[in-house]
């Protein structure tokens, strides 16, 4: 069923500076795509099948630019350390069990259902290095319905034996060999993206590998990017030449492009960065739990979206301890008003519209026109029941959306679910 009319309270963001409503409107999805909201249902539309949401939220779905699947399992623990303590200590060991296809099985069937039951449509995903267990998780991925990239994660130094690549050369040419099965296997839903785990894990070889690959299959690239201060230096140890920690992606073309580039976190990124993201599209993933939890800082993602950057928000489980999108906006928020307080009060905290525009047209953005319900956007679609947390007060339909966010309504609320039209949940 992709062409159907969702009828209820409907809330949408066109921009950051204020959220749409339409008060018992109608939502109408052709094809699976939104022909946009209207007070009546237009003539043309009155053969389709209309759902009526009663007096439930209709809104677009969220959207997650960075999580880790395999972290999924110790999400919630371990939070004691700072990044790169915390990766070899807790997550290196963690990834490495996923050579063992059943474990992979075991953990991604968890992560995967927890994605199709949560407010999230659009996901973009790290595996780990293993082929079997990244082909497991896009698997899982594809029979959800959930739109998704998937990455293969590269990484040949810097990390345990266990849990790194035998050399560039080998992580190489297992790379081809998992884009060469994702085109076998003919996914309607999960497409391949280009994954170097971050520069301290991938020598320079490594990366000019992975810059011929990109350009001869089209690749998007996701990596972390000026996330803690300990990262930082690292880079600048390992990589002296580079001007700042993006120049050493850029010189292997892998920052940014025509074919997309997500870049996770960006707390510490300078002026000369900013620039270089801005120049050539590169996408923000910001990740405000993860940051507080890894002691990383708070991003200037006022700063971003007033210099007309691309930014979008992130769980990055297990850094994040949930999958919840609604948390990382409510998140959001909270951070810029400590960010206002105490770094830098010349830019003003997030408001909620600013948090929810990047939850679903910011982040959606690098999917292509995914994120509102303006006509000719996909057809992601969210029915929300706040009945479980009453008011005794008329509350407009956008204040019943803040309400639902800040009050955790997605982990009971969410009643019903369709990505591209197409009905997941």
Request: aromatic content about 12%; overall charge negative.
């Amino acid at each position: 069923m992709n062409s159907f009319i969702v009828k209820g309270n409907i809330v949408w963001a066109e921009t950051n500076k204020e959220l749409k409503s339409a008060e018992k409107g109608y939502l109408v999805i052709k094809d699976g795509l939104s022909e946009g909201v209207f007070d009546s249902i237009p003539e043309e539309y009155m053969d389709y099948e209309l759902i009526d949401a009663g007096d439930n939220l209709v809104v677009p779905g969220l959207v997650d630019l960075h999580v880790h699947a395999p972290q999924f399992a110790f999400r919630g623990t371990n939070m004691d350390l700072e990044l790169m303590d915390w990766l070899n200590t807790y997550t290196f060991p963690e990834e490495s069990k996923f050579s063992d296809i059943s474990y992979a099985d075991n953990i991604y069937s968890y992560f995967t259902e927890a994605i199709k039951k949560s407010a999230t449509t659009r996901v973009v995903a790290f595996s780990t290095l293993h082929v079997e267990g990244t082909m497991c998780l896009m698997d899982k991925l594809e029979k959800s319905g959930i739109i998704s990239y998937v990455g293969k994660v590269n990484m040949d130094r810097n990390s345990p034996d266990e849990l790194r690549e035998e050399s560039a050369e080998a992580s190489s040419e297992n790379t081809i060999r998992w884009l060469e099965e994702c085109e076998k296997r003919g996914y309607r839903c999960v497409k391949p993206i280009l994954t170097p785990r971050f520069v301290p894990s991938c020598t320079d070889e490594l990366m000019e590998k992975l810059s011929v690959i990109r350009k001869e299959w089209r690749l998007p690239v996701q990596s972390h990017l000026s996330e803690n201060t300990g990262e930082v230096a690292f880079v600048k140890e390992l990589e002296p030449w580079s001007q700042f920690y993006g120049d050493a992606y850029d010189k292997f073309g892998l920052f940014g492009g025509e074919d997309g580039c997500i870049m996770a976190h960006c707390v510490l990124s300078g002026e000369d960065e900013i620039a270089l993201m801005k120049k050539n599209g590169v996408f923000i993933a910001h990740c405000p739990e993860s940051n507080e939890n890894l002691k990383s800082g708070i991003a200037p993602v006022r700063k971003y979206m007033e210099e007309g950057l691309n930014v979008g928000l992130g769980s990055d489980i297990a850094g994040g301890t949930t999958e919840s999108i609604f948390d990382a906006a409510v998140d959001a928020v909270k951070v810029s008003k400590l960010y206002w307080r105490y770094v830098d009060n010349s830019f003003e905290p997030l408001s909620f519209s600013d948090a929810f525009y990047l939850a679903t047209k910011g982040g959606g953005a690098f999917f292509g026109k995914v994120g509102s319900f303006e006509k000719g956007y996909d057809g992601d679609v969210l029915i929300l029941s706040d009945e479980a947390i009453p008011c005794p007060r008329y509350l407009s339909p956008v204040e019943r959306l803040e309400r639902f966010a800040y009050l955790h309504g997605d982990k009971t609320g969410i009643k019903g679910k369709w990505v591209k039209g197409e009905r997941i949940l």
